[in-house]
Every structure is written in C-alpha cells, then in structure tokens.
C-alpha cells in the first residue's frame, strides 16, 4: 500500500509565498517523475510542473520563472516553492508518482488548497 501526503496549502495575500511538500511512504518503487498539478474551480486538472529521476524539469508558463520544483529522492519527497502568488494560482493543488516499473504506476496525493488574496 502507498500512501502520498501532501502539506504546505493556506491562505496566502498575492505577491507572497509558500512551499508545497508531498513524500509517498510503503511499496512505492522506482519512483520516475515527480509533478505538481492544480485544478480550480470550473476549471480541468492541469500541470504545474514537474521533474523526471534525471532532474529535468518542465514548468507551465503561467509560472515559469515564480514556481520551483525539486525532490528529494531520499525522502520520496516532491516540494513546490512558490513566489509571487496571484489571485489565479487559487486552486487545489496535488501531488504525482509515476514509477518505472513495468507495469507503471501512477499515485496522487489528496489535494492541498492554495488561496491567494487580491
């Protein structure tokens, strides 16, 4: 069983900052990439970022440039560090797994919300 446990959501005033963690634990193996997507009300899921095993990451552009992903491979730990809040980074955050293995398998974390206040 695996469980994904995200923390770091809250309420934010725009232009401020806060970081997102999220650590898989049990019989998760062969971690691959790590990502963080959002989804706001009306809206469809999206990506925010993500970083394969390599270290390469891949940002959307509404936050390239504020948002910056890491891992800590360690851990099983994904982090989002993110600046410069807007009002439309409100959303529910979560976290993704995918892993190497054959099959793969992909694990989400039950959500964080990020509020941001004009």
């Known amino acids: 069983q695996v469980h994904v446990v995200e923390s770091g959501g809250g309420l934010v005033q725009a232009g401020g900052s806060l970081r997102l963690s999220c650590a898989a634990s049990?019989?998760?193996?062969?971690?691959?990439?790590m990502g963080w997507y959002r989804q706001a009300p009306g809206k469809q899921r999206e990506l925010v970022a993500a970083?394969?095993?390599?270290?390469?990451?891949n940002y959307a552009d509404s936050v390239r440039g504020r948002f910056t992903i890491s891992r800590d491979n360690a851990k099983n730990t994904v982090y989002l560090q993110m600046n410069s809040l807007k009002p439309e980074d409100t959303a529910v955050y979560y976290c993704?797994?995918?892993?190497?293995?054959?099959?793969?398998?992909?694990?989400w974390g039950q959500g964080t919300q990020v509020t941001v206040s004009s």
């Open positions: 993704r797994f995918t892993t190497a293995t054959i099959p793969a398998y992909e694990y």
């Open positions: 049990g019989s998760i193996f062969r971690i691959d990439a």
């Open positions: 970083v394969t095993s390599s270290a390469n990451t």
